[in-house]
């Protein structure tokens, strides 16, 4: 996490912000986190580490740079708020999201990235990134919905 937060405060200086306190203990409880997290549940983080002064709009402020300095990624996975995730020496991966209980799945499918790259090149464009996210009911929430519909179907 040294090297992140090294990269954090050199990028800070680049742009002419400061480097506040507020903002590295922010940086910091964001970076340890291994997790898709809202910025919610960093400001739960923080009260429940002491840090109750630390305010909306900083962790708001912070979580943005930390993405413009690629250290986050962010996406909306449906429900309409921002949820991020490490993104320093994380290798590229796409989503399975549960609809019911909002589990999110990492996984890496090399088909499907030759795939992209193959429909993309027969279109003459040159793929710099993508999201990839597949929306259904995980495992346990087909399982649960099956067993209410059995239930339902006796009475």
């Known amino acids: 996490m ?3 937060l090294a990269a954090f405060r050199d990028f800070l200086r680049r742009r002419g912000l ?6 590295m203990r922010v940086a910091e409880r964001v970076l340890q986190r291994r997790d898709h997290f809202s910025a919610e549940a960093v400001m739960d ?8 002064h630390a305010s909306k709009a900083t ?5 943005v740079l930390l993405e413009e300095c690629r250290l986050l990624d962010s996406q909306d996975f449906g429900d309409g708020f921002r949820s991020y995730e490490p993104a320093w020496g994380v290798q590229h991966h796409d989503h399975l999201v549960c609809l019911s209980c909002r589990r999110i799945i990492e996984f890496t499918d090399h088909d499907i990235e030759r ?10 464009f040159r793929v710099t990134s993508h ?7 995980c495992s ?3 399982d649960s919905t099956h067993e209410a ?6 009475s």
């Open 149 to 154: 519909r059995q239930r339902n179907s006796r």
């Open 59 to 63: 962790v708001y402020r912070t979580l």
């Open 131 to 137: 999201i990839h996210r597949i929306f259904g009911y």
């Open 140 to 142: 346990d929430c087909q």
């Open 18 to 23: 400061k480097c506040t306190s507020q903002r």
């Open 2 to 4: 040294r090297e992140e």
């Open 45 to 52: 983080d923080l009260r429940r580490g002491g840090e109750a």
């Open 115 to 124: 795939s992209q790259e193959r429909v993309a090149n027969s279109h003459g």
